[in-house]
């Protein structure tokens, strides 16, 4: 083969494997961290409130879990930064990042209010935190996470 080719393709798989790098980079980042822990918090509230026998077991529990989820959504608001950089094409990507992140504040701490009242059953439970769940799907529609599988 012809020395230029040689080098040609030579260049092309190193920049292939340079680009898979960069892609395989890119799934860790302070973001990704703190949305594994918000995803095991979240994990965590929606076994709770899932049947009576969990609910009494974990309804002590629940208020000091969804106030650490609250410390979670307030970290989340301060890596706007992160979150701007890898959204692509979105309008005002800072502007919606605070709102999106203070309503999920907002509606996990009225979920908060909700569980710390020992008169809340089961069943009020989860249906008080089904706006929380939507607080998610909100911002991942804004910023093009995909969902399935959490
Ligand atoms: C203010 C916006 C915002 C809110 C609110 C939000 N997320 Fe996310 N979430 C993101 C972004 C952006 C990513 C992509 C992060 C990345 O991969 O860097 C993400 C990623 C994730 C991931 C994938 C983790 C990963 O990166 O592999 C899970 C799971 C997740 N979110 C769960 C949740 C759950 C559950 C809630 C609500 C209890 C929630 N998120 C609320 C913005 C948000």
């Given at each position: 083969m012809n020395r230029k080719w040689i080098v040609a393709i030579a260049t092309m798989f190193s920049f292939s494997a340079l680009v898979a790098g960069l892609s395989v980079a890119d799934e860790g980042g302070p973001l990704h961290d703190l949305m594994e822990k918000v995803n095991v918090k979240n994990g965590a509230i929606k076994k709770a409130t899932r049947s009576k026998v969990n609910y009494a077991k974990a309804q002590k529990e629940l208020p000091a879990l969804v106030e650490e989820l609250v410390k979670l959504s307030k970290d989340a608001k301060e890596l706007s930064k992160d979150a701007v950089k890898k959204a692509?094409?979105?309008?005002d990507a800072e502007k919606q990042w605070a709102e999106l992140s203070d309503a999920f504040t907002k509606e996990l701490e009225k979920f908060h209010v909700k569980v710390s009242d020992?008169?809340?059953?089961a069943e009020q439970a989860k249906s008080a935190y089904s706006p929380v769940s939507q607080s998610c799907t909100k911002c991942h529609d804004v910023f093009r996470v995909e969902e399935d599988g959490f």
């Open positions: 692509k094409n979105v309008k020992t008169k809340t059953n």
